[in-house]
């Protein structure tokens, strides 16, 4: 089991162009989780999907932000227009239901210049 | 909606010693609480969890403590050794989902 697959592991850019980060969940899981890591704010809940189906999008800091997951096998978080104050650490995270544990990708590493 | 806080925010300890670390949550309605561990440059991975139907668990040297009327788990990791410094997060969710995390620990501990 190859566990969560982020890409890109890190990606620099300037402000005001777009970011796609994405995400292939453990296969079989049916609910994925995107969260932002920052020093100030810590571990956020961005958005999860069960089934493939948006469920709480809540914690999407604002409308720059999206999350699609058009299959079980990949979803993908895109910022635009980037800005310097998304710069953090995104990572993506996958379970069945009644499980639990939320396993968690190695992260992507985001910096806007 | 759920509130996690965690203290303390570093902890140093010497090997051998015993690390604490406490957690209180807002939500009575909170069921899961997922303790994970954080090494440098990687994801967070489960180290222990416990359901608000059991007041304790112990997994070798890492033990978690629930108290539902007061709101409030604990990390136990006796006998440290210096592998178990991370950074520590606690974790508060209602059926596993919507999880919300404490603002975590960094452990140190001294050979």
């Known amino acids: 089991d190859a566990g969560v697959i982020q890409s890109p592991r890190h990606e620099v850019t300037e402000m005001g162009q777009e970011v796609t980060l994405r995400c292939k969940p453990i296969?079989?899981?049916?609910?994925l989780f995107w969260y932002r890591q920052t020093m100030m704010r810590g571990l956020e809940l961005l958005i999860y999907?069960?089934?493939?189906?948006?469920?709480?999008d809540s914690g999407m800091p604002e409308d720059r932000f999206s999350a699609k997951m058009p299959n079980a096998s990949f979803s993908t978080l895109k910022i635009q227009p980037s800005e310097p104050r998304d710069s953090a650490v995104y990572f993506c995270a996958s379970t069945v239901a009644d499980r639990g544990e939320q396993f968690f990708g190695p992260g992507t590493r985001l910096t806007v210049l | 909606g759920e509130n996690v806080e965690q203290h303390p925010s570093t902890l140093s300890v010497q090997e051998g010693d015993s690390a604490v670390i406490k957690c209180t949550y807002s939500?009575?309605?909170?069921?899961?609480f997922p303790w994970y561990k954080q090494e440098l440059g990687k994801g967070p991975q489960l180290i222990i969890d416990?359901?608000?139907?059991?007041g304790e668990k112990k997994d070798q040297r890492i033990a978690v403590t629930l108290n539902k009327t007061a709101k409030h788990f604990s990390l136990h990791i006796t006998e440290t050794q210096p592998e178990d410094s991370a950074v520590y997060f606690c974790a508060a969710s209602y059926n596993n989902n919507d999880m919300r995390f404490g603002a975590g620990t960094r452990l140190t501990v001294k050979p």
């Open positions: 939500d009575s309605a909170s069921n899961y």
């Open positions: 999907f069960n089934n493939n189906v948006p469920i709480d």
């Open positions: 416990i359901r608000s139907n059991v």
């Open positions: 296969s079989g899981h049916d609910y």
